[in-house]
């Protein structure tokens, strides 16, 4: 039964992946090719961390919408014991859900600034420590955007979670293909997230819900909170 409900999926994404013209305006990912043609690894940690220290006076989150994001979280678990936060740069967001939820929240950041901001560790949030693997009640990040490889970074969060956990993903206008650039590598339009998400998967984990984030920058036209959930 669940080879079916994969193909489906796959079938489902592919689709929707044809007829929305992933290399058009609705979904970009920058490439960081080297002078050999590979992967260039370095020269993509070397731009985050700069784009990090430029940009380590400014503040992308909001308090009221993590605020509203953890009581959608505790309508899920009344007593969770462990978050994670990753691309925190200032590291507000650990520290709001915290005091929000009553427990440790860790926050993850690429570049050696880490160490300046409280419950902060230095991190590729691509990769995962061992003792993050099964542990986390949730993860939040609005930073998907920095991504190099999406689905390995929602694949790698995915598996930190418990049975019950979710992943949170901050994603707004400002998230959209037309945004990307060598500091914002992915970016993709709002309709397009679930089905990207099930392509990614395999069938393995899912958007569930969309929330409305009661606070939206100025210079945004809307700024919403997706939901993934693994399969049970």
């Not at 969309?210 to 809307?222: F, G, H, T």
């Amino acid at each position: 039964m669940l080879h079916v409900l994969k193909k489906v999926l796959r079938k489902a994404a592919k689709t929707f992946q044809t007829n929305a013209g992933l290399n058009g305006g609705t979904y970009k990912l920058h490439s960081y090719v080297g002078k050999n043609g590979a992967f260039d690894y370095e020269r993509y940690r070397k731009i985050q961390t700069e784009g990090n220290k430029s940009k380590i006076g400014n503040v992308w989150v909001k308090q009221e919408n993590i605020r509203a994001i953890a009581d959608y979280l505790k309508t899920r678990n009344s007593a969770p014991t462990f978050g994670l936060c990753h691309g925190t740069r200032r590291g507000l967001e650990q520290k709001w859900f915290s005091e929000e939820l009553g427990c440790p929240v860790l926050g993850t950041e690429i570049s050696d600034t880490a160490t300046q901001f409280p419950n902060t560790v230095q991190q590729d949030f691509h990769e995962a420590r061992t003792d993050w693997l099964s542990a986390c009640d949730f993860i939040y990040s609005n930073s998907f955007d920095h991504s190099f490889d999406p689905a390995k970074a929602l694949r790698t969060w995915v598996s930190c979670l418990k049975p019950g956990g979710v992943v949170v993903i901050e994603h707004s206008s400002a998230h959209e293909a037309s945004a990307t650039t060598e500091r914002d590598p992915f970016g993709a339009a709002l309709h397009l997230m679930p089905y990207l998400v099930l392509q990614w998967s395999d069938g393995d984990f899912f958007v569930t819900k969309i929330l409305d984030m009661p606070a939206v920058d100025k210079k945004l036209s809307y700024t919403k909170a997706l939901i993934v959930e693994a399969r049970n």
